[in-house]
Nanobody, 119 residues
Framework: EVQLVESGGGLVQPGGSLRLSCAAS????????MSWVRQAPGKGLEWVSA????????SYADSVKGRFTISRDNAKNTLYLQMNSLKPEDTAVYYC????????????WGKGTLVTVSS
């Protein structure tokens, strides 16, 4: 059974940092591209970042470029999102997702972890 379990969310002050993790199981993690997608309260889904299966290619939404870093550890079957210089508008539920390749449709989602940026 495929599982994606996010963790690391919480309450942080503006300007602070958080690192999200996504533990993957039930599939060959190293063969899939992975993404982070978020949903702010009352808004639609927003793609945040993606990384290819080997970790050598990454992409970011303009809204997070220069502040967020996506990475993966294929030996640990884990995806990460390092978030720095957080802003209130980064408040959202963050989901990790898998797809057959960069740019391919997502075929499985995690349940998400809530990040709240507030003073």
């Amino acid at each position: 059974e495929v599982q994606l379990v996010e963790s690391g969310g919480g309450l942080v002050q503006p300007g602070g940092s958080l690192r999200l993790s996504c533990a993957a199981s039930g599939f060959t993690f190293s063969s899939y591209a992975m993404s982070w997608v978020r949903q702010a309260p009352g808004k639609g889904l927003e793609w945040v970042s993606a990384i290819n299966s080997g970790g050598g290619s990454t992409s970011y939404a303009d809204s997070v470029k220069g502040r967020f870093t996506i990475s993966r550890d294929n030996a640990k079957n884990t995806l990460y999102l390092q978030m720095n210089s957080l802003k209130p508008e980064d408040t959202a539920v963050y989901y990790c997702a898998k797809s057959p390749g960069l740019g391919a449709p997502v075929d499985y989602w995690g349940k998400g972890t809530l990040v709240t940026v507030s003073s």
